[in-house]
């Protein structure tokens, strides 16, 4: 439903003007181009005779335009929220910074305004999200062959204890017992919905999960266990594959995966997430469904636990599975990516024959 409410000459001076009040409330629909962009969009503006305004993401996915890539409509829509959006080009501007909430309150926002809208964007506060950059920084010091020390400094910590004890709960091991050539090798992925870890051997990927969901330290202790602590940092010919996999699922190019993958579960487990493999990109299913498609109805509460045990998010889509009402349901990840990725998704939905 396009936006009958809003003026199409009002939308589109908006959109000339960039206007950011209009952020994350309307979007515009290029028919010459068939993609779609955010009202801020840096590109060239099209002809008002070629605009089509809509009020959400879903809706232009629907109407089967892709995402722009110059103004990544599909990131999340805190950017435009006034507690968030000037933080986050803060934080971009300085990621070495040890922010404090006095820093908050001095660019103007108000500390406990800006801890709930990160809360409700990022699951995370600024606070939390700053010093996980800081800390990404430090692993693509250690991943580049810097000292720990030199890792510690990068990340801009103080305290060698403190970098050690944040290193230690996001990867599971001491920076300083990572192996140069470990059995497993890990890596920092961005994406436009968030930093990734993807851990892999020479020949499979094991785990792929978003930084900040509440599942990856216990992942990651499962994988630490099972190798022994032989982990480093660094990249194998999956993680390779799996980067340029997720550019073009991104990009809207390709919703295929074909990185080898380690399925580390029971029979049953393994059944689950190859019923998830299943579920054609742009489509959802609920988890009776799931059940029904493993031939065990009655397993609706063993599917969940193994959806939610799921280590390679995106690949093994659970996010395709929501309520048997269609309300989101738990996502590791948080649900507001959860939406994002069922959004994204909907541009590879076929067409009806």
């Given at each position: 439903m396009t936006l009958d409410f809003l003026d199409p000459e009002e939308c589109y001076t908006a959109l000339v003007e960039r206007d950011a009040a209009y952020e994350g409330r309307?979007?515009?629909?290029?028919?010459?181009?068939?993609?779609?962009?955010?009202?801020?969009?840096?590109?060239?503006?099209?002809?008002?005779?070629?605009?089509?305004?809509?009020?959400?993401?879903?809706?232009?996915?629907?109407?089967?335009?892709?995402?722009?890539?110059?103004?990544?409509?599909?990131?999340?829509?805190?950017?435009?929220?006034?507690?968030?959006?000037?933080?986050?080009?803060?934080?971009?501007?300085?990621?070495?910074?040890?922010?404090?909430?006095?820093?908050?309150?001095?660019?103007?926002?108000?500390?406990?305004?800006?801890?709930?809208?990160?809360?409700?964007?990022?699951?995370?506060?600024?606070?939390?999200?700053?010093?996980?950059?800081?800390?990404?920084?430090?692993?693509?010091?250690?991943?580049?062959?810097?000292?720990?020390?030199?890792?510690?400094?990068?990340?801009?910590?103080?305290?060698?204890?403190?970098?050690?004890?944040?290193?230690?709960?996001?990867?599971?091991?001491?920076?300083?017992?990572?192996?140069?050539?470990?059995?497993?090798?890990?890596?920092?992925?961005?994406?436009?919905?968030?930093?990734?870890?993807?851990?892999?051997?020479?020949?499979?990927?094991?785990?792929?999960?978003?930084?900040?969901?509440?599942?990856?330290?216990a992942e990651l202790k499962k994988l630490v266990e099972s190798s022994k602590g032989d982990i480093g940092i660094g990249r194998y010919g999956p993680t390779d594959q799996i980067r340029e996999e997720l550019a073009a699922y991104f990009d809207g190019r390709s919703a295929d995966f074909k990185t080898p993958l380690t399925l580390a579960g029971t029979p049953f487990t393994k059944s689950v997430w190859e019923a998830l493999r299943r579920i054609p990109a742009g489509e959802t299913r609920s988890y009776a469904d799931l059940a029904i498609s493993i031939d065990n109805p009655a397993a609706v509460r063993a599917v969940a636990r193994a959806n939610g045990a799921n280590q390679l998010a995106i690949i093994v889509p659970c996010h395709r599975v929501i309520g048997k009402d269609g309300s989101m349901t738990g996502y590791a990840g948080g649900l507001w990516r959860k939406q994002k990725l069922i959004e994204l998704e909907r541009q590879y939905q076929k067409s009806p024959s």
């Open positions: 309307v979007y515009v629909g290029v028919k010459s181009t068939g993609i779609f962009c955010r009202m801020t969009c840096p590109a060239r503006k099209p002809k008002q005779e070629n605009c089509i305004f809509y009020a959400s993401i879903s809706e232009c996915l629907a109407a089967d335009f892709r995402p722009c890539k110059r103004c990544y409509p599909l990131r999340p829509a805190a950017e435009g929220d006034p507690s968030v959006g000037p933080l986050l080009k803060a934080l971009e501007a300085e990621p070495g910074r040890r922010w404090r909430e006095g820093d908050i309150a001095a660019m103007g926002v108000d500390p406990s305004t800006a801890r709930r809208a990160f809360k409700r964007h990022f699951g995370m506060t600024f606070l939390e999200l700053a010093r996980m950059t800081r800390l990404r920084h430090g692993f693509e010091k250690l991943g580049a062959g810097g000292s720990v020390i030199e890792a510690q400094l990068e990340a801009g910590f103080e305290s060698a204890s403190g970098f050690r004890a944040a290193f230690a709960k996001l990867l599971g091991v001491a920076p300083a017992s990572l192996k140069s050539e470990g059995l497993l090798l890990a890596d920092w992925i961005n994406t436009p919905l968030g930093d990734m870890i993807a851990i892999s051997d020479q020949h499979h990927l094991h785990l792929l999960e978003f930084v900040d969901s509440k599942g990856l330290p």
